[in-house]
């Protein structure tokens, strides 16, 4: 099986938002607007957290999907591209975090 990417999970939550509610969890979530998406959302982040500190890599993993999942939805409510995001990162890989950090608190 090829790789799956971020970009395919894009494409399936763009595609599963314009399901019937009743038959998709993404067209659910889209239905309810953002509010409840971004609850979701902030859900997920905090069962992420507490399987990273309970050193239980399995929840580790199964968290971290429910939460890229969660993500994608919220940006596609947001109509914000993946590819915006991407470009953010690509552009910080000219400098350090640490740098970017030190920028910010002594401008
Ligand atoms: N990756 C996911 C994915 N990860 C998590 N979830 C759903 O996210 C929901 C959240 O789970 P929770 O237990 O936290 O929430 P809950 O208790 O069910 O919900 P509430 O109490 O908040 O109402 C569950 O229903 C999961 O099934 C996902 N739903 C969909 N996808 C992807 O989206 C595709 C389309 O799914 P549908 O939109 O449902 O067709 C799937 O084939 C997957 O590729």
Redesign the pocket.
């Known amino acids: 099986m090829s790789e799956f990417t971020l970009s395919d999970?894009e494409n399936?939550?763009a595609a599963?938002a314009k399901?019937a509610p009743e038959?998709?969890?993404?067209?659910k979530l889209v239905a309810a607007g953002q509010r409840k998406a971004a609850k979701?959302l902030g859900?997920?982040a905090v069962e992420t957290v507490i399987a990273a500190i309970s050193d239980d890599r399995k929840n580790l993993v199964d968290e971290s999907?429910?939460l890229l999942?969660?993500l994608m939805v919220v940006l596609n409510i947001a109509a914000v591209p993946l590819q915006d995001v991407m470009s953010e990162l690509a552009r910080r890989t000219s400098q350090s975090g640490l740098q970017e950090k030190a920028n910010r608190q002594n401008p």
């Open positions: 999970l399936i939550v599963r399901a038959d998709s969890w993404t067209a979701k859900e997920e999907a429910d999942y969660h």
